[in-house]
């Protein structure tokens, strides 16, 4: 889908990918509210999400699933033992990630000394399970076989040509891992190794 790839290709860029923070994109923090002037009789205004009679439950749940998302992503320090480094741009959508419904997303480009590129696309949805987005989804290439690992509630991956993606639903956030490598296999087994690293950082659904 076209709006997934602007929207997702965005998110990319203004995360600061090439940055050297061990988050290669967190969220924007929630700002407290105002201060009012010790002069001025006017009551500070509410932080977002906040109204006169307490919390906003709409923002509150937007805000809980902003920061499951984030949690999601990979950090340098999670792929300490992958040989990879931040990519100096990021590496181009596959198809895949072009099909994934548009949402709240972020991710991470990152590079592996052989040359080969690794994307994480993480989305968050907030009027819906991930496990009925991934339901929808569907990627041209062959179907790539995935073990389901905990605690996530589905899994499906595919591989196109050289690329390979895997797609990990858990609670209300989907994460994308993409590998491209000079096969197919190797793009297959660079992925799927990195398939439980990425589970464990989902957010984990009540039973």
Known sequence: ?????????AAVLLTGLAGCADRPNDLETYYDP?????????PPAAAPGVTG??????????NAVAAEVSAAVLTKDDLAR?????????????DCFNAVPSG???????????????MQQVTGYLDRPAS?????????????AVALPSPADAAQGWCQ?????????????????????????????AVKSL?????????ATSS
């Open 1 to 9: 889908m076209r709006h997934g790839r602007e929207l997702v290709l």
């Open 34 to 42: 105002p201060v009012g002037s010790p002069a001025s009789t006017t």
């Open 53 to 62: 009679t307490g919390v906003n439950p709409a923002a509150s749940a937007q």
């Open 82 to 94: 992958e040989g990879v480094k931040p990519a100096n741009t990021p590496a181009e959508n596959g």
């Open 104 to 118: 709240d997303p972020r991710g991470a480009s990152w590079t592996y000394s052989s040359g080969s590129s690794l």
């Open 132 to 144: 009925d987005v991934l339901g929808a989804v569907r990627c041209d290439g062959q179907k790539l």
């Open 161 to 189: 040509g050289t690329t390979c993606t895997v797609l990990l639903a858990g609670g209300h956030v989907l994460s994308g891992l993409q590998v491209t490598a000079s096969s197919t296999a190797r793009a297959a087994d």
């Open 195 to 203: 398939v439980p690293l990425a589970a464990k950082k989902l957010p």
